[in-house]
């Protein structure tokens, strides 16, 4: 987010990729794709690819991080070497270690912990190819992943972005807009309460553009959460 303003990115309404404003890029999901993972989901978010896998509920280590009354999520976000332009070092940095956080924060507001006092329920994400967005799409995916896991879940949270550029509220940023728009506001929320799991902001919104920048978001994780329902009617309709 450089906050470069003078790049032209909306022109007559209509962005670089074709979208309107208020348009997610296309995206895609498959439930149930990985054989070793106890649930599993494939990603196609724009141009960003992800996979994730759950595996448990499973006995909590290291133990010294059990909760005697409920499990814990433990999230992985990683992205893989080829993900960017730059080959990106192995391994978790600072930012992976942050949306890992974010992430089992969030998760822990939906899966019934309760239900399973000291165990671990881990989910990896993995990042394949990376376009701007990858912290929603790979919280979708997880979701998706946990669903066909069978962990018993209030709901399952869709999360997408909005931003700003060229003093446009606009949803679901790309590369380009992310490098050189003026805002990034990641929302995920939980559509049966509406209540909001994950909200960061990276730049610059007047409260007039952040209630508009809210509201797109709202609305593009609401489409998003009809797309992972479908999904996993697919995937059980099919084989399960
Ligand atoms: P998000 O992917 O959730 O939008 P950021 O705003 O931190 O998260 O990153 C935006 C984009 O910048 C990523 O989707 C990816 O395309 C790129 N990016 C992130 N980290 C790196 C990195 N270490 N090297 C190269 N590009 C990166």
């Not at 993972?37 to 724009?46: I, P, V």
């Not at 995920?188 to 960061?200: D, M």
């Amino acid at each position: 987010m450089a906050g470069q303003t003078d790049m032209e990115l909306i022109k007559d309404g209509v962005r670089l990729d074709g979208r309107k404003p208020d348009e997610l890029r296309e995206v895609k999901i498959t439930a149930g794709v990985l054989d070793n993972a106890d649930g599993s989901c494939y990603l196609e978010w724009g141009n960003n690819k992800i996979y994730a896998g759950v595996f448990g509920p499973m006995e909590c280590h290291p133990r010294h991080k059990q909760k005697a009354d409920r499990a814990i999520v433990q999230a992985r976000y990683t992205m893989a070497p080829f993900s960017v332009n730059d080959r990106k070092r192995p391994g978790l940095d600072r930012r992976s270690s942050e949306i890992s956080y974010i992430v089992s924060q969030a998760f822990e507001k939906v899966v019934m912990v309760e239900e399973f006092p000291k165990a671990s329920i881990r989910v990896d994400m993995q990042v394949v190819e990376a376009h701007a967005g990858t912290r929603c799409a790979a919280m979708t995916a997880a979701s998706v992943a946990l669903a066909d896991a069978g962990i018993p879940m209030r709901d399952m949270i869709p999360a997408c972005a909005s931003g700003k550029v060229n003093d446009v509220v606009v949803l679901d940023l790309n590369k380009e807009e992310d490098n050189y728009g003026q805002a990034d506001l990641p929302l995920a929320i939980i559509p049966s309460t509406g209540e909001v799991v994950l909200l960061q902001l990276d730049g610059h919104l007047t409260p007039d553009q952040f209630e508009e920048a809210m509201d797109l978001a709202t609305s593009g994780c609401m489409d998003l959460y009809k797309i992972m329902r479908d999904a996993l009617d697919k995937s059980y309709g099919g084989k399960k």
